[in-house]
């Protein structure tokens, strides 16, 4: 069986699900009367229509659901074209729920899709890690960030950059390995950890400090005066930093 998937905004792809040679969109040989209209909506620069609140999507996507149909009818049972659209979305967990609808079957599977959190809420969640080129934090999203928001002292940005230049200079990149004993003999996750109290005094209430630790496989959330709790490196805290942003929020509302 051959599928043609298509989505508002991404090039049209095809799949023939009994493996082999695949074939291109252009061996579908589309009528033209059914591709134009279709491409046409595929490609339309609408302001704002991959950003999760867009509230305009249902109505685009249905027209481009009823182009999909024209064209099935018109390629009959060549191949079965797969549309999929926005259903719904979530702001207690900022995701959005999709539907994947083959219209020459009928047979429809749903599936929701994390979305980027804003960056206000991203921020809140600083997560230490050192990568190359001195590159140390990022957010919930795992996104690189400077020292901007949440601010902090440049000095200690710039301590912290040389910090995982160390580890840069211990990673063989050829090789894809990490010399853990000369990072363990400098003391490196014990400097880290220090760079984090202090990035977490810098910062106070206004995000949660995560450093990973280089040479044990656990997360740790740092306290000001150096004091840490320990999860588990894969804990997710997108969550939290979801909910701790709408308490914020809710706080700043005036009193009845």
């Known amino acids: 069986m051959i599928e043609l998937h298509i989505s508002a905004g991404h090039a049209w792809s095809v799949w023939k699900t009994e493996g082999g040679l695949q074939p291109t969109v252009e061996s579908l040989a589309i009528p033209p009367e059914f591709a134009a209209p279709l491409k046409e909506w595929t490609f339309r620069k609408v302001p704002g229509i991959h950003a999760p609140t867009f509230a305009g999507r249902q109505d685009f996507d249905a027209e481009g659901r009823a182009l999909?149909?024209?064209?099935?009818?018109?390629?009959?049972?060549?191949?079965?074209?797969?549309?999929?659209?926005?259903?719904?979305?979530?702001?207690?967990?900022?995701?959005?729920?999709?539907?994947?609808?083959?219209?020459?079957?009928?047979?429809?599977?749903?599936?929701?899709?994390?979305?980027?959190?804003?960056?206000?809420?991203?921020?809140?969640?600083?997560?230490?890690?050192?990568?190359?080129?001195?590159?140390?934090?990022?957010?919930?999203?795992?996104?690189?960030?400077?020292?901007?928001?949440?601010?902090?002292?440049d000095d200690l940005d710039e301590r912290f950059t040389k910090w995982s230049e160390g580890w840069d200079a211990h990673y063989d990149t050829n090789a894809m390995k990490l010399?853990?004993?000369?990072?363990?003999?400098?003391?490196?996750?014990?400097?880290?950890?220090?760079?984090?109290?202090?990035l977490k005094r810098a910062v106070g209430e206004a995000a949660k400090v995560i450093y990973y630790c280089t040479l044990r496989t656990a997360a740790l959330e740092v306290m000001g005066d150096g004091t840490t709790i320990e999860w588990p490196r894969e804990t997710d805290f997108r969550q939290w930093a979801l909910d701790h942003a709408e308490r914020q929020d809710a706080s700043q509302l005036p009193a009845d």
């Open 179 to 198: 010399d853990k004993a000369a990072l363990a003999a400098e003391g490196f996750d014990e400097q880290g950890l220090a760079l984090a109290a202090e």
């Open 68 to 153: 999909a149909i024209e064209l099935q009818r018109g390629v009959s049972d060549r191949f079965h074209v797969n549309f999929r659209h926005w259903v719904s979305f979530d702001p207690k967990q900022w995701r959005t729920l999709w539907s994947e609808e083959d219209l020459q079957s009928g047979n429809r599977k749903e599936f929701w899709i994390e979305e980027d959190v804003p960056d206000e809420v991203a921020v809140k969640v600083l997560r230490i890690f050192p990568d190359c080129c001195g590159a140390y934090l990022w957010d919930v999203d795992g996104c690189g960030i400077g020292n901007e928001a949440p601010a902090f002292p």
